[in-house]
């Protein structure tokens, strides 16, 4: 309280027009630093051309997991040893997978994909279940 009170006390020596001319550029300030940070969040991939112009002849890497997205629907790679294979097609905006790792079936799965830089999320079930971010090498 008494911190309040001292930051209050600080204004009462300043003219009006300076107290607005404070309030003005500190809001101005904050609409810069929102627009800076909803430029750096993550922006929705929803076609599929757009899709294969982010993976092509790149790696999907993140901790003991490197794949390839191929243009012609494969999906291939290793997570943590073991070898990943699959299937994927673009459906209604999703990024649809069958997945095999090792010898087993992950299942068929429509996600939600976002960018973020080299960041690429994918969110299950159609964006509403947990997400994995794997980057672009």
């Not at 649809?96 to 429509?110: A, I, M, Q, S």
Request: hydrophobic content about 40%.
């Amino acid at each position: 309280m008494r911190r309040i009170v001292r930051t209050l006390s600080f204004f009462a020596d300043w003219p009006f027009s300076k107290v607005a001319t404070w309030i003005a550029v500190t809001a101005t300030a904050w609409v810069v630093l929102s627009a800076a940070a909803q430029a750096d969040a993550f922006q929705r991939v929803d076609q599929r051309d757009g899709f294969v112009s982010l993976v092509k002849d790149r790696a999907l890497t993140r901790f003991g997991i490197r794949l390839k997205v191929q243009n012609n629907g494969k999906i291939t790679g290793r997570a943590f040893g073991r070898k990943v294979t699959g299937d994927w097609t673009w459906s209604g905006g999703y990024f649809c997978r069958d997945l095999y790792v090792g010898g087993d079936e992950l299942g068929p799965n429509c996600q939600m994909v976002q960018v973020q830089g080299n960041t690429l999320r994918f969110t299950s079930d159609k964006g509403q279940g947990i997400y994995a971010d794997l980057r672009l090498k």
